[in-house]
């Protein structure tokens, strides 16, 4: 491997001469300027750039560590976050947990001991955890989208209940009044809060709600099962709402399996806007969440947390308000 010393025996200079203009520091002449880079070409050398970096107590490497890359929603808070660190000279280094809770204690071990300056994490979905590992952290952490009680962290979350809130009112407004609730794990904040938005407006509007929720994953699978497991129970349904945009496309297969067509038998609404949404026949509405700018100010939060290291510091909690998209999917009951 071609190392600091090879270039400066190349250029015939001292290995300090070659740092020096590696690292723009301090006068050399432009005849040494130029013998330095015809000998970095010729050996076709790279600086080890955690290796500079480190010398000025910081990798510039933050880790992001997310539950399952083949879901759509978090490459784009991924997206969020990677846009703006590259854009402050920052490289990610990424981690899929799987939502193993044991392979993500890995990841945030590993990636402290890698002396990475920061982490931005997505838990994975799991009942009884430890908190040890985010406790004893000495490495900056910020948590999106699935908050956890017990943890002290800053925190870049969706307006669940509020959001879920206004789609099941949407519903309403346009006659609905079997309005079924497809959940995700129901230990976890996320589906609760999500429920409770839902069971808020159908008691607001003196609604039934025994019998009109299930809880499952937030997959396509379990949205499949879910909606299977309705029509087999209920006697009839006016709408669907599907807490992620995923449980949502796993209905629209079963509803479709039925016979049955959308919106004109069962209208249906999700909660994401994950890119394919819109593409649905018909397009789906759904309510938006900002997933890109979620990552954006993790980022933000990240960054400003590293640099008032050991001062004092408050913990951040950041809510980021939904919106309703009204596309083709909900039809209007009288």
Request: net charge positive.
């Amino acid at each position: 491997m071609v190392n600091l010393k090879n270039v400066a025996k190349e250029a015939g200079v001292s290995t300090a001469t070659v740092s020096r203009f590696i690292n723009n520091k301090g006068y050399i002449s432009d005849s040494l300027k130029k013998r330095i880079r015809l000998a970095i070409k010729k050996l076709n050398y790279y600086p080890n750039k955690v290796a500079r970096n480190l010398s000025k107590g910081s990798t510039r490497i933050i880790g992001i560590i997310i539950p399952d890359i083949t879901n759509p929603f978090f490459p784009e808070i991924v997206k969020g976050v990677s846009d703006l660190l590259f854009q402050k000279n920052y490289y990610v280094h990424l981690c899929s947990s799987e939502n193993d809770p044991k392979k993500e204690e890995t990841f945030l071990r590993d990636l402290k001991s890698m002396w990475i300056d920061g982490i931005i994490i997505i838990p994975s979905d799991s009942e009884n955890r430890s908190f040890d590992v985010f406790n004893k952290s000495t490495c900056p952490i910020v948590i999106i989208d699935r908050e956890i009680i017990g943890l002290e962290l800053d925190m870049v979350i969706a307006d669940n209940k509020n959001s879920a809130y206004t789609a099941t009112d949407y519903l309403i407004e346009n006659g609905h009044k079997k309005i079924l609730f497809l959940g995700g794990l129901a230990f976890t904040l996320t589906a609760q809060k999500r429920f409770q938005g839902w069971e808020k407006a159908m008691k607001e509007n003196n609604l039934p709600t025994d019998g009109l929720y299930l809880w499952g994953k937030f997959t396509i699978e379990s949205g499949y099962k879910m909606m299977l497991e309705a029509f087999n129970n209920l006697s009839s349904i006016d709408a669907v709402f599907a807490s992620n945009d995923l449980i949502a496309l796993g209905a629209i297969k079963a509803i479709r399996e039925k016979n049955l067509n959308i919106p004109k038998d069962i209208s249906i609404i999700g909660f994401d806007d994950i890119n394919i949404s819109k593409f649905l026949t018909p397009p789906l509405t759904v309510i938006h969440q900002q997933i890109y700018q979620m990552g954006r100010k993790a980022s933000e939060i990240l960054l400003d947390r590293i640099k008032k290291k050991g001062k004092e510091y408050v913990i951040k909690k950041i809510i980021v308000p939904g919106e309703l998209i009204i596309r083709e999917s909900v039809s209007r009951r009288e």
